[in-house]
């Protein structure tokens, strides 16, 4: 060490968790010695020296002689880390993966001066760095953070189960669930949005510093848009640069910010909504809060007693289900009987009965709470549930995010969309060319039965109300579900058109009804008709007459489910065309469209090859896949008229670019045959897809069965 004059010392924290991960590339090792001042050099000799532990091989820095920018002057081992010092910054790089954790200027630790080294005492096992007049002491800090996600990246259990901080075991329910408390918490920077940052910004890689000028944008990459004034208010002031802890802190009290402003926003969407129920989830008031249609609560309970109120086996204790008192839906859902015979409503003989668990000790899922009942009971339910949302998502619903212990926990807005999807697997998505052969009196002039097939249920719903009220003598045309029928002409004329002769005489007329100025009693008189025609979906006056109206925007649903029950009970389409030949569904075309819907893709798919053609829908199915593996801002997702056609073979062809990048092979496809709909090679890329998601699947299921059995042992 060099004789100090003026001797400092500092003590500088290193904190191997505060900074993203930076892949770093050590010189290699002189392999010779030579006297040419020109040659590298180690700094303790003229031969390159190499650093062993536990048999592995860790090259030590070279340094030139003429100590030029950018080589290091130095370097020390600590238990995982590697400290490197340069003439102008120091690193700290670990020794299991390569990547730097920590990068600081030496201005910040000796001032002006140039470092001359480092040094590690054998006594205290200190780090020192040292110059002509200063001395500063490095601490590792948090150098095991990292660690254990090192080895368990590598399969290595038994390295990163001794690194780890347990936790109380009553808050583990999981293993995988363990291992993100581990790893994540409320409102912290991830290391990936870390590495976002550092890659982004040049000075946050070279001051370790973000310019104000820099901080919104570096929020909005985050996930928090602020406005300028809203940084002021939360800094104070204003600064010139922000060390990364000061950011941190900044994000945490936007992220907090953004939060409390949506629940304010959301609590006042509720309170002014009558048709909404809110509730929350969990037992404290900070947990989350979500909304249910009292609308539909009513609509799909009433539907649910008259379709299944002839069960014998649903008769005692399951049915009726009292609309009137609040939550009894969800609590006889619970059991899985209900929802296994929904599922059969939906997809007659989808679930063989006979595997359905039944008995007296299911009924007391319905009254006590579920840490009280009998282990063996709760292993009962959770097979009914289990059959229940797997058989859903083998007939298309989207089951996403939802589990038995979410119905079993009474999560009304996951088990309410349940039970929406299967009344629409029903009854609305029966409605196609394949299933009513008698759609085909709805083609205008020009079109084929091939344009028919392509419309969605809900279109060819719209077009055979419209094509009724032409017939009636009525100017008016449906557009939506909801305002277009509030004033109940078009179910006044509607079921005037479609009812049979022998039951005409038994309704009211409409002119009848709607000689009345008043919408809700012309509702009254739709319903009462209705009563007459027999349909199982009831609807009440309000479903009507307040339809479309601000803040009472949860009937639509009801009123698509209420035409779909017309159409299917009395379509009034008797012409029949020998000169159109319609092809139904094959049962692989069918497997493919019920995979997709069930990974909750949007729009629906119920044409295979007319829904994919525009490329959208297998772009999702990617990221469903690999997550992050298509570039969004290629995609056209609004379509032009005029340019349709060259916007969604790009898609196409970006379907294309996105299989080559995650080594998936379409053997000669190109994205001109996805856009032409050719069938044979759609049908290629659908197995294709499905057998990569499958993979996929078993791969994260054999690495979690490993993780579970080695943490058991």
């Known amino acids: 060490m060099p004789p100090f004059t003026k001797l400092s010392t500092n003590d500088q924290p290193i904190d191997v968790k505060s900074f993203p991960n930076e892949v770093v590339s050590l010189l290699p090792t002189a392999t010779d010695n030579t006297d040419d001042p020109n040659r590298p050099k180690d700094i303790f000799s003229g031969r390159g020296v190499n650093l062993t532990r536990n048999t592995k091989l860790i090259p030590y820095p070279i340094i030139h002689m003429l100590e030029r920018p950018g080589v290091p002057l130095g370097i020390c081992l600590t238990e995982f880390h590697l400290i490197i010092i340069y003439v102008d910054r120091i690193k700290a790089v670990n020794t299991l993966d390569g990547r730097a954790v920590y990068s600081m200027p030496l201005n910040n630790i000796i001032g002006c001066e140039r470092a001359l080294g480092i040094s590690r005492d054998s006594l205290s ?176 309970t009433l539907w649910i007693n008259k379709r299944l109120g002839h069960d014998v086996e649903l008769q005692d204790g399951i049915l009726p289900v009292d609309p009137s008192v609040d939550g009894q839906l969800y609590q006889r859902c619970k059991n899985g009987i209900l929802l296994c015979k929904l599922v059969n409503v939906a997809s007659p003989n989808t679930i063989d009965e006979r595997s359905i668990n039944r008995g007296p000790s299911l009924k007391n899922v319905f009254n006590v709470s579920i840490c009280i009942v009998a282990i063996v009971v709760i292993i009962i339910v959770h097979e009914n549930l289990t059959l229940a949302v797997n058989s859903a998502a083998s007939i298309g619903c989207c089951v996403v995010n939802t589990g038995p212990e979410d119905i079993m926990q009474g999560k009304r807005h996951i088990v309410l969309g349940l039970i929406w999807q299967l009344i629409r697997r029903g009854l609305i998505d029966t409605i196609t060319l394949n299933r009513h052969k008698e759609l085909i009196a709805l083609l205008h002039d020009g079109e084929t039965a091939e344009d028919l097939s392509t419309l969605k249920p809900e279109e060819l719903l719209m077009r055979w109300v419209n094509y009724h009220l032409h017939r009636a003598g009525c100017d008016r045309r449906i557009t939506n579900f909801n305002s277009d029928l509030a004033d109940s002409v078009v179910y006044a004329h509607l079921m005037e058109q479609i009812v049979p002769i022998d039951k005409r005489c038994k309704l009211m007329s409409a002119s009848e009804i709607l000689s009345s100025t008043s919408r809700q009693e012309r509702a009254m008189n739709v319903l009462n008709n209705n009563e007459t025609l027999g349909t199982p979906f009831t609807l009440s006056p309000e479903d009507i007459y307040l339809a479309g109206e601000k803040n009472n925007d949860n009937r639509d649903r009801l009123n698509l489910a209420f035409l779909a029950t017309l159409f299917n009970m009395y379509p009034g389409l008797d012409a029949r065309r020998d000169d159109f030949i319609v092809e139904g569904e094959t049962l692989e075309e069918r497997t493919y469209r019920n995979w997709i819907n069930s990974l909750g893709v949007k729009p629906y798919v119920t044409h295979l090859y007319t829904d994919l053609s525009n490329g959208l829908v297998l772009l999702q199915l990617f990221e469903k896949i690999k997550p992050g593996s298509v570039d969004w801002s290629l995609v056209d997702q609004d379509f032009d008229p005029k340019r349709r056609l060259f916007q969604e073979t790009g898609n196409c062809n970006l379907v294309i670019d996105s299989a080559q990048s995650m080594n998936i092979r379409f053997v000669n496809v190109s994205g001109k045959d996805i856009q032409k709909r050719d069938r044979k090679l759609v049908l290629g890329v659908c197995f294709t897809l499905m057998q990569a998601y499958i993979f996929k699947l078993l791969h994260e299921v054999s690495f979690m069965i490993h993780l579970y059995v080695k943490f058991i042992i």
């Open 125 to 300: 096992s200190h780090i020192w760095i040292f110059s002509n007049n200063h001395l500063a002491r490095l601490n590792m800090k948090n150098e095991l953070c990292r660690i254990w996600q090192i080895y368990l990246d590598r399969l290595q259990f038994d390295e990163a189960r001794q690194f780890c901080q347990f936790f109380n075991s009553s808050s583990i329910h999981s293993t995988f669930q363990y291992f993100n408390r581990l790893t994540m918490s409320i409102n912290q920077l991830t290391q990936e949005q870390w590495d976002d940052l550092f890659h982004k910004y040049k000075s946050l890689r070279e001051s370790n510093n973000i310019a104000w000028d820099d901080i919104k944008s570096a929020l909005e990459l985050v996930g928090v848009s602020l406005a300028g004034h809203e940084i002021r208010d939360l800094l104070g002031q204003q600064r010139n640069w922000l060390n990364p802890d000061e950011f941190h802190e900044l994000y945490k009290k936007a992220k907090d910010m953004k939060d409390t402003t949506k629940a304010i926003s959301k609590a006042l969407l509720l309170k002014h909504a009558e048709d909404v129920k809110s509730f929350t989830v969990g037992k404290n008031d900070t947990d989350t809060r979500h909304s249910v249609s009292k609308a539909e609560e009513r609509g799909f």
